[in-house]
């Protein structure tokens, strides 16, 4: 017995501890709302563009000193993470950086996120955020899909968005931001193609379903197109966050022949750029530019553009224009596209693209979307 | 008698006074991460103790805390049976799966039978996890802890593979399991959260988990079994040549080890979660049990005190990110404890030593002046009279 009081009176000084180290922010609600709005406004400042956004910070000042809740009159955004966390390299990064970007460009807005440890805290951090009124909440991902229409339901006054999911298109708060990947996998696909001496290429796939199918489905359609007669070594990962898995699959790849591999697979990813360099071999990445990752061996990436569509449905809220419903970002309106790094793409190569990204913006042309029109898709 | 329950007492203080120093050493440290980012100290732990200290956020801790509780329970549990239950996390994963498989398949059956059932399933299947370990430890001597951490793998596919079967996937886009009937959530009625201002996943489940407490504190202090079990913790040897099955109290410690696991596994599942997700990477309950044990000094009670505490960081601390700070100090706070505890221990035996020399030391004195003894006790029978 006296074990328990002492481990839940070592609690309470832990608290205790914590509390002091809480105690040099006043107790009352309203002063601490005060000093934190100049401090989050600061921190972009200094990581991005120091002189532009220095004249808001003292415009901001006064007014914080002046009025006794500044936050109302910011508009509130707030960003879930799926289990990838912020800073995957991947979707949920573009998000984020895109908001920030926003952020920095105009401080009316205050954007935050929360990361989501396991599939039950889709509905915590949704929480949290309709708990401290924010404006808008954007989960990204399609694993969110049904937190979000739980919270969406319950909430019908909040405003929500969400990426890569369509299923609650039909609810007047949730705005779903849909990304026509097959159509940036299918030019990226063409490259490949193209660029293939052993008429080998490969593709790892983070998972099996619908969404993630339809990159598979563009890519080796754009394969195929660009070299009828290649093969193409296809592998699920099961997995967006394995990197030494990625790692083994691309190797494996290697040794069978392959000498350009695209990866859909987030973090497993990065593995599979990793072996591509070690072996000297083309590599393609996904969701962002990724020629960062290795600047000599990253061909090309397909672009989503998911930070741009991050900042529209924000600008909306400010605007007073949001609305539910379903939002298509695709090659037309610049929502998906080859990264802007284009260097190692060789001429007649890059002319190829462009001429059938003509063709699909122009509706000459239609990335198939289902397997049975992709035989050779062989993940299920 | 009453000298030596003093020092009981004296070691008991210490080891509290070490866990307690573990605990602050961990927050400095955090906070020297944090002054080091450039990240206020008092926003972060501030934001800390703001979030848990409301009706809603210690709900949400008891709610987080639930699982944390039963996998710490289940891991002090082998501490006190000397096996290293290292497989508790494959152990949650099947538990929590076969209540879910069985909350989806049996969903009609009433509220009343339907609960218990999923508790039963998952208990089963965390047992029978632990029980195959057992069984390749006690027949081919192989490494328990080895084969649990490979069991833990096993466990994580087998999850995925079931969560992907026609009939349980999610017949939506999510890349998880249907959501299990109404019938089989432990959930708190919609009106009490509403009127109490609670968590939306507030449930009933910690009852569980104290009853479990309860239960572990009767077995391991109360029978014959605990006796058994301990003893073939400190020597099996000894244990084996007093006439105690060895191999029979291992598999016992380890059923009862899975089976609680598998019950933070049904709990989680039937309270919070509502359904499991395709994974992705190992979510970590079991780990996080065994910090709980560690914590709370593999008693039942003290896993009590330590998982609400680890429930509390880990709500807490997914909130730290609304003021600029990392969700991963957490996970520095938490490692630095573990490793200050393990220091402690280590602290602890060295005092112990010195101690009982000490006392060696005293007992050569009092019989070097046989003299005075004689004279201590008549004083002493004085003051009892």
């Not at chain 1, 109302?72 to 990064?93: E, P």
């Not at chain 1, 009124?133 to 954007?138: E, F, P, S, T, W």
């Not at chain 2, 000094?297 to 997914?318: E, H």
């Amino acid at each position: 017995m006296k074990k328990i009081l002492a481990l839940t009176l070592s609690i309470c000084l832990v608290l205790g501890l914590a509390a002091c180290g809480g105690g040099s922010t006043p107790t009352t609600t309203a002063a601490p709302e005060t000093t934190k709005a100049p401090e989050t406004t600061k921190a972009p400042e200094t990581t991005k563009a120091p002189e532009t956004t220095k004249a808001p910070e003292t415009t901001k000042a006064p007014e914080t000193t002046v009025a006794p809740a500044p936050t109302s009159d910011k508009i509130k955004i707030g960003m879930v993470t799926d289990v990838g966390g912020v800073n995957d390299k991947s979707f949920n990064q573009t998000s984020w950086e895109g908001l920030q970007a926003l952020q920095a460009e105009d401080p009316t807005f205050e954007v935050k996120y929360l990361e989501s440890k396991t599939d039950a805290d889709y509905q915590t951090n949704i929480n949290t955020f309709i708990d401290d009124g924010y404006d808008l909440i954007i989960c990204v991902g399609y694993m969110l899909a049904d937190a979000t229409k739980e919270a969406a339901t319950a909430n019908p006054d909040q405003k929500f968005a969400i990426i890569d999911d369509a299923t609650c298109a039909d609810l007047p708060n949730v705005a779903c931001l849909m990304f026509a990947q097959e159509e940036a996998s299918y030019l990226v696909g063409l490259v490949a193609g193209s660029v293939t001496k052993s008429k080998t290429v490969g593709y790892v796939q983070g998972m099996v379903s619908d969404t993630m199918n339809l990159f598979g489905i563009g890519y080796i359609t754009g394969v195929l197109e660009a070299c009828p007669d290649a093969k193409v070594l296809q592998y699920n990962a099961n997995a967006f966050g394995d990197i030494p898995g990625g790692q083994t699959a691309a190797k494996d790849m290697i040794t069978k022949g392959a000498d350009v591999i695209y990866h859909a697979a987030g973090g497993t990813g990065i593995g599979v750029i990793n072996a591509c360099a070690e072996e000297g071999i083309w590599a393609i990445g996904v969701d962002t530019d990724q020629a960062s990752l290795s600047p000599e061996h990253v061909i090309t990436s397909a672009m989503k553009r998911v930070d741009v569509a991050a900042q529209d449905i924000s600008k909306a809220v400010k605007a007073g224009t949001y609305k539910g419903g379903e939002y298509k970002y695709d090659l037309s309106n610049g929502g998906v596209d080859l990264a802007p790094t284009r260097t190692h793409i060789p001429e007649d190569v890059l002319k190829l693209v462009e001429e059938k990204k003509a063709d699909i913006i122009a509706g000459k042309y239609k990335v198939p979307t289902t397997v049975a029109d992709c035989p050779a898709f062989e993940l299920k | 008698m009453k000298q030596k329950r003093s020092v009981v007492e004296i070691i008991s203080t210490m080891r509290f006074l070490h866990i307690l120093l573990a605990i602050l050493i961990g927050f400095l440290i955090g906070a020297g991460f944090l002054a080091i980012m450039g990240i206020s100290v008092g926003d972060a732990y501030g934001k800390l103790l703001d979030s848990v200290t409301t009706v809603k956020g210690l709900s949400y801790v008891v709610v987080y805390a639930t699982p944390y509780i039963l996998t710490g329970l289940s891991v002090a549990f082998s501490f006190k049976t000397g096996v290293f239950n290292i497989g508790a996390e494959g152990q949650f994963v099947v538990g929590s799966m076969a209540a879910a498989v069985t909350g989806i398949l049996l969903g009609n059956l009433p509220k009343p039978l339907l609960i218990p059932l999923c508790f039963l399933a998952a208990m089963l299947a965390g047992a029978v996890w632990g029980i195959i370990v057992g069984f390749l430890k006690t027949k081919w001597g192989i490494n328990e802890v080895l084969a649990m951490i490979m069991f833990n793998w096993i466990a994580f596919y087998l999850s995925n593979y079931i969560a992907g079967l026609p009939g349980i996937k999610n017949t939506g886009t999510a890349e998880a399991t249907q959501t299990i009937s109404e019938n089989a959530r432990t959930l708190l009625s919609k009106s009490t959260i509403a009127d109490l201002g609670l968590a939306p996943t507030a449930n009933w489940g910690i009852l569980m988990a104290l009853g479990a407490m309860l239960l572990v504190w009767f077995i391991i202090d109360k029978t014959t079994l605990g006796y058994e079990l301990k003893a073939v913790g400190s020597n099996k040897f000894a244990a084996e040549y007093g006439g105690i099955g060895v191999n029979k109290s291992i598999l016992t410690a380890l059923a009862i080890s899975g089976a609680l696991a598998g019950l933070g596994g049904a709990l989680q599942v039937m309270g919070m979660g509502g359904r499991i997700s395709i994974f992705s990477s190992q979510e970590g309950f079991g780990f996080g049990g065994i910090v709980v044990a560690l914590i709370g000094c593999s008693n039942p009670f003290g896993a009590l005190a330590a998982g609400l505490f680890y429930g509390a960081l880990t709500y807490g601390g997914s909130k730290l990110n609304l003021v600029g700070a990392p969700t991963q100090l957490i996970s520095v706070i938490i490692g630095t404890v573990v490793f200050f505890i393990a220091i402690s221990v280590v602290l602890e035996r060295l005092g112990g030593g010195l101690r009982a020399r000490k006392n060696v030391i005293n007992r050569e004195d009092a019989e070097k002046a046989p003299a005075g003894g004689p004279q201590k006790e008549s004083s002493k029978e004085g003051d009892a009279q």
